[in-house]
């Protein structure tokens, strides 16, 4: 079974606290994405990566940072967390091209930060 | 920009009801689109998919058409069951599958 696995499904954590959300997958897949699921927004994207070291801004890349140093990793970095970053975080990825552009979802980081 | 736009929630019916989720789209070129379904405590999974115009994606009883000309990609079930509800997201992706936009999803209620 293919998988995206997200290190943590609960965290809490106090305002600013360093917060990293870890993110594998096993498919080989050379684009992996962050986003950020909240009610009645929907999924927002935060940064996207389509190789290793390389990432792109999505569209809410402001307080958050992120780190590809291998193909199978990807990480989301909340330098200083604040309360407004509570939300569910979605990792996923996919293989560019091709004819399935399916996206792989990992089961989601639920934050908290109080 | 590219950007999607579904019905707002929540969408509650009986078992054996018909469904329709409605989806528009904004997109330059021709965007691939999907139906993602997000069951309570998991993540997304595809549920449907239609690559250009005209195309249908159907799986598990639910049907979507690629409608370039009214630029929608409707959700469709015949007879719903309990075990359909979740929440319903629309999508689409240009350039070549390195971006995807995401509505705001529906969340479905069937009660038997």
């Known amino acids: 079974d293919v998988k995206v696995t997200q290190s943590s499904r609960y965290l809490v954590k106090r305002t600013g606290e360093k917060v990293f959300l870890e993110c594998v997958q096993d498919?080989?897949?050379?684009?992996m994405f962050w986003y950020r699921q909240d009610p009645g927004l929907g999924l927002r994207l935060i940064y996207f990566?389509?190789?290793?070291?390389?990432?792109e801004k999505g569209d809410i890349p402001e307080g958050y940072s992120v780190s590809r140093e291998k193909k199978e990793r990807f990480s989301l970095i909340l330098e200083s967390a604040s309360t407004n970053q509570t939300s569910m975080y979605l990792c996923?990825?996919?293989?560019?091209?091709?004819?399935?552009?399916?996206?792989?979802f990992g089961e989601g980081s639920r934050l908290t930060v109080l | 920009g590219d950007s999607v736009t579904q019905m707002e929630g929540p969408v509650t019916l009986s078992e054996e009801a018909f469904l329709t989720i409605n989806c528009t789209y904004t997109a330059t070129g021709y965007p691939s689109l999907f139906w993602y379904v997000q069951y309570p405590g998991e993540g997304l999974q595809l549920l449907l998919k239609?690559?250009?115009?005209?195309d249908k994606g159907s799986n598990k009883g639910f049907e979507a058409t690629y409608r370039k000309e009214t630029t929608s990609f409707h959700l469709e079930k015949g007879s719903v069951q309990v075990s359909d509800s979740a929440v319903y997201f629309c999508a689409l992706s240009a350039n070549n599958f390195n971006k995807f936009y995401f509505g705001s999803g529906t969340k479905l209620n069937v009660k038997p």
């Open positions: 996923a990825s996919s293989s560019p091209g091709g004819n399935t552009g399916e996206l792989f």
């Open positions: 990566s389509y190789d290793v070291k390389m990432k």
């Open positions: 239609a690559t250009k115009a005209d």
């Open positions: 498919m080989d897949h050379e684009n």
